[in-house]
């Protein structure tokens, strides 16, 4: 007996297998490949699934005997990424990555059409911005004329997974947060703005709760992968929700982040409470209950695209063991703004900013200007987040970047909170399971889920260190004065 957690991630697809203890056996990785021409990113959804398919035999050849049989499938993962399908479900185009920023005068004549009071209210979105895929179906209608008039469906990537695992077609709310289309509070489609868009209800899948459970996969699917034909498929929830069941972060007052490919932040409450701070607000993972979840695009992504560019032949092992007879912190700031739109800023014009550079500088200088950025972004979300009322003793971190020390001591310093590393570092994909375990019955409740499953390995502690607090102050101070410089270029420069 045993329970398969698929994490459909941005980098990479994950698939973990764990027995019914929720002890991982195996875990097996896939890199996702993207076609990108400037602003547009866009990936093989056909090729996404054989890639799911691959990831699942060799996790299963490598975890269970032939006795075994695995009895649920359990998705996570990310959510705005869009698959356009025709009437027997084959993707008609390329699927558009959330990455994907080609939507900007899209988002424009949509927030000239719709009130933003109306629509934070609607979706708990702030702004619309170009992640949307309501943003992208406008852009389709309009550019690709051809393609819009034989859509049969619009999916999100999850959708169109456990489309072809069990060819059953369902949209779980927790992914839906992030279309702009959805009415978190009515749990049901916003018909106003897709039908200016020119989409019908019926083009877009049924809505269910998160973690539910859709019965059993395909036979043709059975064949292929050597499953037992009674394996069921469960929806799951939002990868950064999943990583919040895995951390123990299910009930309110307790604060996760995750610095992936962006950076999240996340913490439940039971009901949506819309204030001037504009923080976006999700229906959450479990029945009826609702996170507060800043999602900055540039996180991680930052680091990545610093490191791809100018480190490559360096790990990031190695790159940590260097970092650490850096002096910390250094002079340099960054604006880690490389993908625009940020929380809690919202500001479309926004772009990376590398300030106070000298001639001492080197690329190890620049990685942790980048690192320290990131962390001032997170701080900033933070305050946003005790503006409204929540505090927590402790962060709880997850991601790539939990596995950095000097990344953890850093944000510890400068939130000022204690930064908390679950032993388990593949919180998302653990989440999964958890859920796939309470559903079958192998535990109770989350509660006992979490008592079970989750436990904290370190601890990084806060130190009184000014010259951080400083530069948080100086970090805030640059981003307010550029904002100008901002707006002055995405209407005078042509770039």
């Given at each position: 007996m045993g329970i398969i957690s698929i994490d459909l991630g941005t980098t990479n697809i994950k698939v973990a297998a764990y027995n019914k203890s929720l002890q991982l056996l195996f875990i097996e990785t896939e890199n996702v490949k993207y076609?990108?021409?400037?602003?547009?990113?866009?990936?093989?959804?056909?090729?996404?699934?054989?890639?799911?398919?691959?990831?699942?035999?060799?996790?299963c050849e490598r975890s269970y005997s032939g006795a075994d049989h695995i009895d649920q499938i359990v998705l996570t993962g990310q959510a705005e990424s869009l698959i356009m399908v025709d009437i027997e479900?084959?993707?008609?185009?390329?699927?558009?990555?959330?990455?994907?920023?080609?939507?900007?005068?899209?988002?424009?004549?949509?927030?000239?059409?719709?009130?933003?009071?109306?629509?934070?209210?609607?979706?708990?979105?702030?702004?619309?911005?170009?992640?949307?895929?309501?943003?992208?179906?406008?852009?389709?209608?309009?550019?690709?004329?051809?393609?819009?008039?034989?859509?049969?469906?619009?999916?999100?990537?999850?959708?169109?997974?456990?489309?072809?695992?069990?060819?059953?077609?369902?949209?779980?709310?927790?992914?839906?947060?992030?279309?702009?289309?959805?009415?978190?509070?009515?749990?049901?489609?916003?018909?106003?703005?897709?039908?200016?868009?020119?989409?019908?209800?019926?083009?877009?899948?049924?809505?269910?709760?998160?973690?539910?459970?859709?019965?059993?996969?395909?036979?043709?699917?059975?064949?292929?992968?050597?499953?037992?034909?009674q394996t069921t498929v469960n929806v799951g929830t939002l990868d950064h929700f999943a990583g919040m069941i895995g951390t123990g972060n299910i009930r309110e007052g307790i604060i996760s982040e995750s610095t992936g490919t962006v950076l999240s932040i996340a913490t439940m409450v039971h009901s949506p409470v819309f204030g001037n701070l504009r923080i976006p607000y999700h229906y959450g993972p479990f029945k009826d209950t609702y996170v507060l979840l800043p999602v900055c695009e540039s996180g991680g992504i930052s680091l990545e695209w610093f490191k791809g560019n100018f480190l490559e032949d360096c790990t990031f092992s190695e790159m940590n063991?260097?970092?650490?007879?850096?002096?910390?912190?250094?002079?340099l700031i960054f604006l880690p703004y490389i993908t625009g739109v940020n929380a809690p800023d919202f500001n479309a014009n926004a772009s990376g900013v590398f300030y106070g550079i000298k001639l001492k500088h080197d690329k190890l200088d620049f990685t942790l200007a980048i690192m320290e950025g990131v962390v001032h972004l997170l701080k900033k979300n933070m305050k946003c987040l005790e503006q409204v009322g929540v505090k927590a003793d402790m962060i709880i971190s997850t991601g790539g970047g939990a596995r950095s020390e000097l990344w953890s001591q850093m944000k510890s310093d400068i939130t000022e909170y204690i930064v908390a590393i679950p032993e388990n570092e593949e919180a998302a994909c653990?989440?999964?399971?958890?859920?796939?375990?309470?559903?079958?019955?192998?535990?109770?409740?989350?509660?006992?889920?979490?008592?079970?499953?989750?436990?904290?390995?370190?601890?990084?502690?806060?130190?009184?260190?000014?010259?951080?607090?400083?530069?948080?102050?100086?970090?805030?101070?640059?981003?307010?004065?550029?904002?100008p410089v901002y707006d002055y270029d995405s209407e005078n420069v042509i770039l």
């Open positions: 076609l990108s021409d400037g602003d547009r990113v866009e990936f093989d959804a056909e090729q996404y699934f054989e890639m799911v398919s691959s990831a699942i035999r060799r996790c479900g084959k993707p008609l185009r390329k699927g558009i990555s959330w990455l994907d920023t080609r939507s900007k005068e899209e988002c424009e004549e949509l927030t000239a059409a719709f009130n933003e009071e109306t629509c934070f209210q609607i979706t708990g979105q702030p702004a619309i911005i170009p992640t949307w895929p309501i943003t992208k179906m406008l852009w389709i209608r309009k550019h690709e004329p051809h393609i819009f008039s034989q859509v049969a469906k619009y999916l999100m990537l999850k959708d169109y997974i456990q489309f072809r695992l069990t060819g059953k077609l369902y949209g779980e709310y927790s992914i839906y947060n992030f279309t702009h289309y959805f009415d978190i509070r009515k749990k049901q489609y916003w018909e106003e703005i897709i039908t200016y868009c020119g989409v019908s209800v019926d083009q877009l899948p049924q809505l269910i709760e998160p973690c539910t459970n859709i019965g059993a996969i395909t036979g043709a699917v059975a064949d292929d992968l050597g499953l037992h034909p063991v260097e970092l650490q007879k850096k002096k910390i912190p250094n002079e653990l989440g999964a399971a958890m859920i796939g375990a309470v559903s079958d019955g192998l535990f109770p409740s989350y509660e006992k889920a979490v008592d079970q499953c989750v436990a904290i390995k370190h601890k990084f502690m806060p130190k009184n260190n000014d010259k951080f607090q400083k530069k948080h102050e100086l970090f805030n101070r640059l981003f307010d004065q550029i904002i």
